[in-house]
């Protein structure tokens, strides 16, 4: 999600008004989540890079985030939203923590929509959290190196039990990843757009979905494999 500080920018306000702009946004897409009957979503909120940020940003941005759950908690439940957090919690505050656990619990019985904020998150740093899991495990003698494959790996990370995103969008014009679910995104469909994260409506999450749906997917095979699967399946 990314363009909230050049959409207030260009409204001459503060780069805060960007930010709550964006939690609007935030609440549109979740719904048309629901609506669509998509089952994952998983939002990029902080990376473990932001806390670079001024200071007084990164305080409001966390306020905003205690905020924002508070607020949006009762809908979310109501609309069967399953709500989890990954990335590094040690780092948060402990207020934000505490709020985080219990909209968790709350949820945690929910199905319609597995909704993950990833906060204070790096995609290298969830690999190496990773590795470490299972080295520990190897020095523990209760995995062997053998036994890490790309189903164990997996598990151990913060998606774990979640399929691959299908669709990866960026907001704001640029054209990285950002260092967001490095290990995931392997064969993800990749779609930029200059709308502002604040822009990101209803309209523009069609848009999106529409140039995913006119891609082929191939997962390393040919076009002709894909081609021939799909009339042998009809
Ligand atoms: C959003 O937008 C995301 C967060 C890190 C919360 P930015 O704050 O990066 O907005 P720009 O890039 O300055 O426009
Ligand atoms: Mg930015």
């Known amino acids: 999600m990314d363009g909230n500080g050049r959409w207030a920018l260009a409204r001459g306000t503060l ?3 960007g930010h709550r702009a964006g939690v609007d946004a935030v609440r549109v897409i979740v719904r048309e989540c629901v609506r669509r009957e998509i089952g994952a979503l998983t939002l990029f909120a ?21 905020e924002s759950l508070e607020a949006e908690i009762p809908e979310l439940q109501s609309n069967g939203v399953r709500l989890r957090f990954i990335g590094e919690r040690a780092e948060l505050d402990a207020r934000l923590r ?3 656990a219990s909209s968790e619990q709350l949820t945690a019985a929910n199905a319609r929509l597995a909704l993950q904020v990833a906060l204070s998150y790096g995609g290298r740093g969830d690999i190496l959290g990773a590795a470490r899991r299972l080295a ?3 020095e523990r003698h209760q995995l062997t190196a053998a036994q890490i494959d790309e189903d164990t790996f997996a598990a151990a990370l913060a ?12 907001t704001g014009g640029e054209q990285r990843l950002s260092n967001f679910l490095l290990w995931n995104l392997a064969y993800t469909e990749l779609y930029f757009t200059e709308c502002l994260w604040p822009d990101f409506d209803a309209h523009a999450f069609d848009a999106a979905l529409q140039h995913y749906a006119t891609r082929q997917r191939r997962f390393g095979l040919t ?10 399946d009809a």
């Open 136 to 138: 520990l495990q190897v």
């Open 98 to 100: 505490a709020s985080m």
């Open 46 to 66: 902080f990376s473990s890079e932001n806390w670079r940020r001024p200071p007084d940003e990164v305080l409001g941005l966390m306020s905003l985030f205690v």
């Open 223 to 232: 076009a002709e494999q894909i081609e021939f699967a799909s009339v042998a």
């Open 159 to 170: 998606l774990a039990g979640l399929p691959d995103p299908d669709l990866f969008i960026r």
């Open 15 to 17: 780069r805060a008004d």
